[in-house]
């Protein structure tokens, strides 16, 4: 895929006109950091743009940055979009369902790092690597493509955000991610990113962490992790889950050294969402994911991280879940047999 620049995105946008960055919805570290400072950029050569999101803010880890930092990010439903609103989504997959439609209006500009789609949606601006470790780590590629210096503000939000995903520098770090986290550093507040990268659990969340401890199924290196309250006690009422917290407790569950592969579900309103963790490369998170939703539910990410959803009455409970894993796990074991 051919590599875009700021100078293509300049070039497909109207300074006259509004251009609107979204996030997706709830957004985490990383769509925080690339959308605030591709605004910052982007106000810096004369454009008029906001920064918004679907969804809510959750999580004190993300409350605090946006204050700290002074990010001027607006909930979606507060804007009014008009007719000549430039959109550009960051961090995101058009199309998928934690991403809100706006608008009937088609998208200007994707920036994103995850796998893309089979069919990239039409659109005059893409800017897709799946090889850069996080969304802040292309955004600050135009930043140095322009040779602008990114405020003190800006490069602690870029560097909160390539953290969070490469797990401190330690998964799908590629030379892109290694530049920008040598760029970065000093120029931001690192120890203020540290911080908060190293503070991600809160008291609140013992029931939940004691409740997954207690309740984990294992098959051989492959953990699951259920959340539902159908399988839950009132310790672990699922509707208690913040959203970041199965992710976090995916990364936990990989910290063991039987275990290779973590699935974490939770089911709320209907809705039943996986966050997917994976130290084996025999296998991908986002294929396996993909596969073992066909025709319930949807799914993609990255090869060690990866994400998924299943609404109403497709949620086919625990044992049916793990079921579908383990047959697509099984099968990418044997197709990888050295
Ligand atoms: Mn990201």
Redesign the pocket.
Known sequence: MRTKCFQDLMRVLDREKPVIIQAHDYP????IG?GFSLLSLLRDFGFRCEFCYGGEVQGFSVADIITNLHIPLVPASLLRIGGDAQIILV?AVAGNTNVTRLTDLPLTGII???QPPEKIPECPFVDIRPEAG???TIIYQYYLETMTEPSRDVATALLT?LM??TAQMTRGVGPVDLAAFSGLFFKGDWEGAVYILRNSFSIQDIPTLRYAFDHYYRHDSVCFVELEPSAGTAEAPAEKVRPELPGLISDYFLRMQEIHFVVTSKVESSVCRLSLRSEDPRLPADLIVKRALEGIGEGGGHPHMSGGTISGDSIPGGPGLRERFLTVIEKFLHENKE
């Open positions: 985490d570290h990383d769509a690339s961090d994103d790092h995850h996080s969304c802040s955000g969070m995903d």
